[in-house]
């Protein structure tokens, strides 16, 4: 069964798209736990991030890099890094605003859009 992610990347569930490429996409949290908070993912499916191959893996990381020099630049804070692994069956990489103390962020369709366009510029 393909993963939410997978879903996504195929247009057959909706995302707020910051980004994509040949070999990956990425696109808002809709449970973020920072404003700006987006999920990297590889077109590729696969469980986990280090037995993606070699070209799947190093394309992932570039567009992690990029993404979070864009993202320091427009949000105005320093880009953290999360990989977990459990969540969701698909390797994913959360780019996100450091937050001293983070708290729950709930976010308005018109919000989630307004900091895409942001991101996605």
Do not use: N, Q
């Not at 320091?72 to 959360?94: F, T």
């Amino acid at each position: 069964m393909a993963s939410i992610f997978t879903k996504i990347i195929k247009g057959e569930i909706p995302s707020y798209k910051v980004y994509e490429d040949e070999k990956t996409m990425a696109f808002l949290d809709i449970e973020p736990e920072a404003v700006g908070h987006v999920l990297v993912v590889p077109k590729l499916e696969c469980d986990k991030i280090y037995e993606l191959p070699e070209e799947d893996y190093l394309a992932l990381m570039r567009t992690v890099k990029k993404l979070s020099s864009r993202m320091e630049k427009v949000l105005g804070k320093r880009i953290i890094w999360k990989v977990i692994g459990v969540d969701v069956p698909h390797a994913h990489v959360h780019l996100m605003p450091y937050e001293e103390e983070p708290e729950k962020i709930v976010l308005s369709p018109e919000e989630m859009e307004e900091i895409r366009a942001k991101i996605a510029e």
